[in-house]
């Protein structure tokens, strides 16, 4: 498969909280919906650390939950004009690296296909 490539049209910038990884099976609180990306639902560890995960990624739509898959919610700052490697794209954002090697999501609409 050839490697996939971006560039940012417009500045994304990580949220100011610690970012979650949830793992296969484990037992989560799901809230509400995003109001601008609905296929993300506020997700609550047992650490009372939370973040915003798609809610396709567990066996439930709200209350308790078990995730089928490993999730990092590690969002990318990226500028307009960077260049980006695109590894898997998941409800409309992609994993994206950087030239300096950090990866994060970014949201699709802020990037132009190369």
């Not at 609550?44 to 089928?68: C, H, I, K, N, Y």
Request: proline share 5%; with cysteine; charged share 30%.
């Amino acid at each position: 498969m050839a490697i996939q490539r971006a560039r940012v049209v417009e500045r994304h910038r990580a949220p100011d909280r610690p970012a979650i990884r949830v793992a296969a099976g484990e037992r989560v609180t799901l809230g509400d919906r995003d109001t601008e990306w609905p296929q993300f639902v506020w997700t609550s560890l047992a650490s009372g650390l939370g973040g915003w995960v798609p809610t396709a990624l567990f066996d439930a739509e709200r209350g308790q939950a078990s995730a089928l898959e490993d999730y990092d919610t590690k969002e990318l700052d990226a500028e307009p004009g960077e260049e980006v490697v695109l590894h898997r794209e998941y409800a409309d954002w992609w994993w994206a690296e950087n030239a300096r090697g950090e990866c994060g999501w970014i949201p699709a609409r802020k990037l132009e296909l190369l």
